[in-house]
């Protein structure tokens, strides 16, 4: 079955540790995505990258890292600049680069659960 | 940036009702998407809207463009509809959906 996998599912971190969390796609789609969410909130956008070896960084980039050397992969680094990284974590994914069409809908992961000790 | 803004923020339904739920944008918008999120997290595509009427099954959604707003109906409402609605929209100079704060939607039996 195509989709995202998120791994790992729950992750807890000390204070000034870097974390990577990885997220793969099977669905051949072009652009990925990285989205926040605290408690009671919305999806706030992290990073985002419309083709391999590119990549735009979103509202809420400080302290965050990502690469994008596979079309399927796109890990997030959490470094130990972020300040407030105990959050969840959504990976998406959707077909076309270069803007939002009809056939751009969002396809997301089940998520990575960070929490920092 | 755009705004989005949600509105119930919270609902509690009995089961067999109907909702509806309400998204406000402040800009012109060229990709309108409603998601529901489940208990443990996942987020599930509804309805990509940016204009006009749609229904899948109980679900169905309206996007009226020209006054920035989209609304979502869910008749006869389910145990399992319970979740988190999100509407998220992107303009024409943005290539990620920006996220409202979402309805919290519980349904009881």
Known sequence: DGGITQSPKYLFRKEGQNVTLSCEQNLNHDAMYWYRQDPGQGLRLIYYSQIVNDFQKGDIAEGYSVSREKKESFPLTVTSAQKNPTAFYLCASSIFPGGLSGANVLTFGAGSRLTVL | ?109
């Open chain 2, 1 to 109: 940036g755009i705004q989005v803004e949600q509105s119930p923020p919270d609902l509690i339904l009995q089961e067999g009702a109907n909702s509806t739920l309400r998204c406000n944008f402040s800009d012109s918008v060229n990709n309108l998407q409603w998601f529901h999120q489940n208990p443990w997290g996942q987020l599930i595509n509804l309805f990509y809207i940016p204009s006009g009427t749609k229904q899948n099954g109980r679900l169905s959604a309206t996007t009226v463009a020209t006054e920035r707003y989209s609304l979502l109906y869910i008749s006869s409402s389910q145990t399992t509809d319970s979740g988190v609605y999100f509407c998220a929209v992107a303009d024409t100079g943005r290539r990620a959906l920006t996220f409202g704060s979402g309805t919290r939607l519980q349904v009881q039996p």
